[in-house]
């Protein structure tokens, strides 16, 4: 379903280059739920976003369902977003002026999803929000944020759920909704992908990926043509090693 491929992204801040994705592969298949893991600053959030047409890539290709995500143009690839992914952000990035059942509904606008109200009210009720409905944002706590950014991902039944820590800040029961929902979903013949630091909700996933191995992986493989000539300069294969040194467990 989601195919990423030599994935090679640096950020470069006041001339200083970081390398953070050096050639990282990662495949999650429909109806996976998969936990990737891995310390902070290790490059979680920014696999996340390039899969999810965030964030484009300095080599390397996403694909969902064979289809290239980028190469398109900025309005198509907004679309080809709202059609086929769902994020649940670290910071939920909920509308501030919108009630909760208008944030969950929003999305749904650009996706043209059909009983959009109807649904929006189950899935708050399935998350355990039906009494916050005309609530804004600032009047919620932080876990019920989350969790109507759960409920935002999951409206448009996008072929992919990102989620990134979506149980980072909630209670042991309300961790175990969003879990369940996510769950549910994968099983449904959707690909999940979940960044997360807890032991217990990767437990539920069916497959844990760890960070640190992804990067040793990607350290074995050639480099894509484009990036050869930095892979024969010894002083970036040093910086890659180190990284993967750095993150492993
Ligand atoms: N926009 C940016 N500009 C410059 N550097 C960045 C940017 N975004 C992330 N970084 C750096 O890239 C590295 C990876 O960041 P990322 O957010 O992907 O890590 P993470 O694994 O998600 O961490 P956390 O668990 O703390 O959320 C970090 O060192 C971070 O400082
Ligand atoms: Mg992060």
């Known amino acids: 379903m989601l195919e990423l491929c030599a994935i090679h992204k640096s950020y470069t801040t006041?001339?200083?280059r970081r390398d953070v994705l050096c050639g990282v592969s990662l495949q999650v298949q429909a109806?996976?739920?998969?936990?990737?893991?891995?310390?902070s600053g290790s490059g979680k959030t920014t696999l996340l976003l390039t899969a999810g047409g965030?964030?484009?890539?300095?080599?390397?290709?996403v694909r969902l369902r064979g289809d290239p995500v980028y190469g398109r143009p900025a309005e198509a690839l907004a679309a080809f977003r709202a059609e086929n992914i769902g994020f649940v952000f670290q910071q939920f990035h909920l509308v501030p002026y919108l009630t909760v059942l208008q944030n969950v509904i929003f999305p749904s606008l650009a996706a043209r999803v059909a009983d959009a109200q109807v649904r929006a009210r189950k899935l708050l009720v399935t998350v355990g929000l039906e009494d916050r409905l005309s609530h804004l944002p600032t009047q919620l706590s932080t876990g019920e944020r989350q969790r109507v950014a759960l409920a935002r991902a999951l409206l448009t039944e996008p072929r992919v759920i990102l989620a990134d820590e979506p149980t980072g800040n909630l209670d042991t029961a309300s961790a175990e909704i969003v879990i369940d929902q996510l769950r549910l979903f994968s099983?449904?013949?959707?690909?999940?992908l979940m960044v997360t630091h807890e032991q217990t909700a990767a437990a539920r996933a069916s497959r844990v990926v760890q960070m640190a191995a992804l990067l040793q992986?990607?350290?074995a493989k050639p480099l894509p043509g484009c990036l050869q000539e930095r892979s024969q300069n010894p002083e970036v294969r040093s910086q890659n090693l180190r990284i993967a040194r750095d993150f492993a467990d």
């Open 14 to 16: 006041r001339g200083q």
């Open 31 to 39: 109806g996976e739920f998969v936990a990737l893991c891995g310390p």
């Open 54 to 61: 965030l964030l484009q890539p300095d080599a390397g290709s």
């Open 187 to 192: 099983q449904g013949g959707h690909a999940v």
């Open 217 to 219: 992986e990607a350290l």
